[in-house]
């Protein structure tokens, strides 16, 4: 597959996308408590999504945006799953 030329605003998306996924997961290890990485893991979630529709856009391909949803979808329902499992530990 033979990826199109990426102009300045696409590279600088890239580029925004790559710095946010980065602090996100500086985050994710370091949370200094449960609710921190909880937040994390769902921004982690946002910034992939996103990855993925901006995926789509440079390559023309609608099967990346099925994958999005998709991975949107379970982001968000795994996020619920741990909140809840993280309100359980303490009560």
């Known amino acids: 597959m033979i990826l199109p030329d990426?102009?300045?605003?696409e590279g600088f998306a890239l580029l925004?996308?790559?710095?946010?996924?980065m602090l996100g997961l500086f985050r994710l290890i370091l949370g200094p408590a449960a609710p921190d990485r909880l937040v994390a893991a769902d921004t982690?979630?946002?910034i992939a999504?996103?990855?993925l529709i901006?995926?789509?856009w440079l390559l023309g391909s609608?099967?990346?945006?099925?994958?999005?949803?998709v991975y949107g979808?379970?982001?968000f329902v795994g996020v619920v799953a741990?909140?809840?499992?993280?309100?359980g530990e303490r009560t």
């Open 6 to 9: 990426i102009n300045l605003l």
């Open 16 to 21: 925004l996308l790559g710095c946010a996924l």
């Open 44 to 46: 982690l979630g946002v």
């Open 49 to 51: 999504t996103a990855g």
């Open 54 to 56: 901006l995926l789509a």
């Open 62 to 69: 609608a099967l990346y945006l099925d994958v999005a949803l």
């Open 73 to 75: 979808v379970l982001a």
């Open 82 to 87: 741990l909140a809840r499992a993280i309100e």
